[in-house]
């Protein structure tokens, strides 16, 4: 047997569970406890299309470095579910741990030799324990939280604090909790020599940053923006992002004399109503959004063209997942990048924003509506199951007291009444960016007609050919403009120059920048960038020049992002390398790593430096 | 269609309404449809019902999807904003205009392929939620701009231009609207102007969602001996139960029936729908029974209009969500941004 791991802060624990099983908030209870003791944790919840019975998965890994990517492989696996018990013990890396639940008889072949096996008899101590079916299956989950803390050495202080923090004030839960809580922990202690290899030791690298998953914090960012008009359609990825927003509002946003809301929430009946609610309402001077995934994108099309044609404000929150019909919806990919870039029929463009972790979901949101308003046009914040769902440690929630709203040119009623001219699509400023009205303010002024197209620079119909050519040439420019406007790449050059660059974007960031130093350790640098937003800052195709070689790092098949910039920065096919991933499980730093490495080998390119030996 | 531009001119001793405008200033562009057409005649129908009750017209808003009738909102009410859409998807384009912005006149003008195809789910959901509209069908039983294919309301039986007769059962829309909740159902015709006015001023006055069917015959594709909605068709075979008046909160009462024969309903913001009842035993306050009827009489080969329901205390959707009474499009950032200090507690208790 090869020795049992040692390691201090820096492993990874997966729970497999089965769905509906209550396993979820403990181990969430998990995963906070080393939090508050200064150690970064990143959960990532693997779970199905399914309310009960189907396997369900919760990974944490502990890094103190601070990596928050999935790292792939499993250091400690606590087996709560006989369906998937192969497979989980399988993943176990050599000298790992295994945990499980030994009031079966399992037999010994299906354990391996060269892992370290941990078995406690949770269902027979519930049983005898408790008499009531769901109290012996909720605190069981508790009871194994309560075996890992002495296991893994987590302060159990921290432990009673969450679980005091979560039932506030309901004291009999509270004493529940603790008590299933110590079951597991004096199991534990008595049984077996605590800690094992594994452990997590107080540390200082959290700092002030904070816990909540992508989905929230976009919500908020939208309630921060001034949002008010919501509609949207339920579907997995990005419901808990329309119910936060609705969480909020009522927290933030209802009027304190008459109980009134300064919000309103539709459930549409799809996705095609829900954008054109907030079509509707963006024409009518409100900022509104709605969010989804990839069906809601394709059912909204038509409309998305509409909104770019008549240059309607528009925010849509895309959280991206796998492909049609139920089961991968539930796992995450970047697979509406081209669907969402080029939204619609007719010659269309659209503003996408990238946001690697629920800090930028939160940021970007924010800046979504600004941009929606000041360009006039639907602008998508590209999430995806990675961020939307998973909590994330993340960097504070940031808003300057003196931040306005920026909405954008439009002619009130003053400036219509003190006869300042009025054409909606006539490019005034240069900036390919026109005025605009909203209806009812004016009884003589400001008043035209929305059409997609078929119109002149007043808004007059018309079918002539010249006065389509020249808007759609204006609809051009102002993409320009947008490009001016939104997020820049974000670039990290390597120590050293290199021939070689990385493009990445979204929740691909942490398992990148940790793929990075694998590579430099095994002496391949690599300049990288994060892409941000489309349309491309001009930087983007400065980047891909100055490079011999560029990977493209993406979580799909098709590698969209790859065809994005090879059809908007007229970059050589060749220079750009796929590097793909895109089985629904979040990219790994050990992937991209390995990935890179394999073709730079195969394509006989030496390194500039070799790995010291 | 003419060719001829309207002249911006008019006669000085036009009458003028409660705001100092005359008719004119209620129209729009000139009509591109043929001549004929009966979605002209519920144009003027609109242009009048909104001088005569001196609607301010840059108050009103006019959505509509695609199609012949979701062209003519160009053709009236040229000083309101208008919003020509996607096919079938009005409501919830006109549902998220009202939701920013709860003062506006919202008039939905879409056609029968608009909305008992293609928009069947959107009509329904949007009436289903007590949007506070105008919505109107104009419908002709045909497909007009893309010359002349059947429609859902196309009568079962019913001949094409071309000779194919329709074996689909027919959508009768205001059977629909009736059954999801609508809480003013009226049907018209588009050659009836008096009836038509009438109704148009009672549903625009309605608080919640008020909808019309209209039957407008289409002369290119839908007027010939053998379709139901030719104008020789309806007129044979209209039954009206009723004739309604509008009455404001600040006019007085002056219609006087003989008793039995009308029926006031004052509507909870005071306007009073005096009507004078034309079938024997019609409750527009039952919407059961005008089900009922409405069957009954379809059955007979009869088209039932007038104002077939209306309830006097409906509510609309603002009021189901409990929002605030200023527009969501006026709140500014004090109103709707809860701060940098409510933030940093957040933060805290995020950590």
Not at chain 1, 300 to 316: H, K, R, S, T
Not at chain 1, 333 to 361: I, M, N, R, W
């Amino acid at each position: 047997m090869p020795k049992p791991l040692v390691r201090v802060n820096e492993f990874v624990v997966k729970f497999a569970n089965i769905n509906g099983s209550g396993s979820a908030s403990a181990n969430r209870l998990f995963a906070r406890a080393i939090l508050r003791m200064g150690v970064a944790a990143t959960p990532r919840n693997i779970f199905p299309s399914n309310i009960q019975g189907l396997p369900t998965w919760y990974e944490v890994r502990v890094s103190e470095s601070g990596h928050l990517g999935a790292r792939g492989g499993v250091d400690l696996m606590v087996a709560m579910n006989p369906q998937t018990w192969d497979k989980d013990v399988a993943s176990i890396e050599a000298g790992g741990y295994l945990f499980y639940d030994s009031t079966r008889l399992i037999p010994a072949q299906k354990f391996r030799d060269d892992i370290t096996v941990i078995g406690m008899p949770l269902t027979a101590i519930c049983n005898q324990e408790y008499s009531d079916t769901r109290e012996r299956l909720l605190f069981k989950n508790i009871m194994y939280v309560g075996a890992l803390s002495a296991l893994l050495d987590i302060d159990v202080a921290e432990l009673e604090k969450l679980i005091s923090e979560q039932f506030k004030s309901k004291e009999q839960l509270i004493a529940a909790n603790i008590h299933a809580l110590h079951l597991g922990r004096e199991y534990a202690l008595k049984h077996w020599s605590c800690p094992i290899g594994l452990r997590v030791r107080r540390a200082n690298t959290v700092g002030n940053r904070i816990f909540i998953d992508g989905n929230s914090a976009a919500a908020l960012g939208a309630v921060y923006a001034g949002a008010t008009v919501a509609a949207w359609y339920p579907i997995t990825p990005s419901t808990s992002l329309a119910e936060a927003f609705e969480r909020y509002c009522k927290r933030f946003r209802v009027d304190k004399e008459s109980g009134k809301n300064r919000f309103a929430i539709i459930q549409a009946e799809d996705e095609l109503a829900a954008i054109g609610m907030v079509i509707g309402a963006g024409w009518n001077g409100a900022r509104a959004f709605t969010a989804t995934s990839g069906p809601g994108i394709s059912l909204m099309q038509e409309f998305l063209g509409l909104a770019y044609f008549a240059e309607i404000p528009a925010v849509i929150f895309d959280v991206q997942r796998g492909g049609p019909s139920t089961g991968m919806p539930t796992r995450t990919q970047q697979a509406d990048v081209l669907s969402c870039a080029y939204a619609s029929h007719g010659d269309t463009k659209h503003v996408l924003l990238f946001p690697e972790d629920p800090a930028e979901c939160f940021a970007f949101a924010a800046d979504a509506f600004d941009l929606a308003e000041r360009l006039q046009t639907p602008v998508f914040v590209m999430l995806d199951l990675d961020i939307g769902m998973n909590e994330r440690l993340t960097e504070p929630f940031r808003w300057p007291e003196n931040r306005r709203y920026d909405r954008g040119k439009v002619l009130h009623f003053e400036d219509l009444d003190a006869g300042k001219e009025f054409a909606r699509y006539l490019d005034v400023d240069g900036d390919g960016i026109p005025w605009r009205t909203y209806p009812g303010t004016h009884p003589k002024y400001g008043a035209f007609f929305t059409r997609g197209t078929t119109k002149d620079a007043f808004a007059r119909y018309t079918e002539e050919g010249a006065p389509y050519v020249e808007n759609m040439e204006r609809l051009l420019r102002k993409f320009e403009t947008a490009k001016t406007l939104v997020p820049k790449p974000v670039l990290h050059r390597a120590s050293q120059e290199s021939r070689f660059g990385a493009l990445y974007y979204g929740s691909t960031s942490p398992a990148m920048e940790e793929a990075a130093e694998l590579l430099a350790a095994q002496g391949i640098t690599l300049d990288r960038m994060r892409i941000r937003a489309f349309p491309f800052d001009d930087s983007v195709k400065s980047f891909i020049d100055e490079h011999e070689f560029v990977f493209v790092i993406e979580q799909n098949r098709d590698a969209q992002m790859r065809s994005l910039l090879l059809i908007e920065c007229e970059a050589d096919p060749r220079k750009l390398i796929r590097v793909l991933h895109y089985d629904g499980t979040p990219i790994t730093a050990r992937y991209i790593a390995e990935t890179i490495a394999e073709k730079i080998t195969f394509s006989r390119v030496v390194p500039l430096r070799k790995a010291l030996p | 269609m003419t060719f001829l531009p309207k002249p911006k001119l008019h006669h000085p001793e036009l009458p003028r309404n409660a705001l100092g405008l005359t008719r004119r200033d209620y129209e729009g562009a000139v009509s591109t449809l043929c001549a004929g057409c009966g979605h002209d005649s519920i144009s003027a129908a609109i242009i009048r019902a909104c001088y005569e009750l001196a609607l301010p017209p840059h108050r009103i808003a006019k959505l509509s999807g695609i199609g012949c009738s979701s062209k003519t909102p160009t053709y009236f009410l040229g000083q309101s904003h208008g919003f020509n859409s996607v096919h079938g998807r009005m409501p919830s384009v006109l549902t998220g205009a009202y939701l920013a912005n709860r003062d506006l006149i919202y008039i939905g003008v879409s056609g029968d392929g608009d909305s008992a195809s293609i928009g069947l789910g959107q009509f329904a959901h949007a009436i289903r939620r007590g949007v506070n509209m105008v919505y109107i069908v104009e419908n002709n039983g045909v497909y007009g701009l893309t010359k002349g294919q059947f429609s859902a309301t196309s009568d079962l039986g019913a001949k094409s231009k071309k000779g194919t007769t329709n074996r689909d059962q027919p959508i009768d829309l205001t059977g629909l609207a009736l059954e999801l909740g609508a809480s003013f159902v009226a049907r018209s015709f588009s050659g009836d102007k008096s009836q038509l006015v009438a109704l148009l001023k009672a549903a625009l006055l309605h608080p919640g969602a008020a909808f019309i069917d209209c039957i407008s015959p289409c002369v290119a594709f839908n007027n010939h001996p053998g379709s139901t909605k030719s104008y020789d068709y309806v007129r044979a075979h209209n039954e009206a139960v009723n004739r309604v008046e509008v009455i404001l909160p600040r006019e007085p009462i002056a219609v006087e029936y003989a008793p039995g024969e009308t029926v006031a309903v004052t509507q909870h913001d005071g306007t009073v729908l005096q009507l004078r009842k034309l079938g024997a035993d019609y409750d527009i306050r039952d919407r059961a029974a005008a089900l009922a009827f409405l069957a009954a009489r379809r059955n007979a080969g009869e088209i039932v209009t007038g104002l077939l329901y209306v309830d006097p205390q409906a509510e609309d959707l603002h009021t189901h969500l409990q929002t605030v009474e200023t527009p969501l499009n006026e709140l500014e950032e004090d109103m709707l941004c809860p701060g940098a200090t409510v933030l940093e507690a957040l933060n805290q208790s995020l950590r």
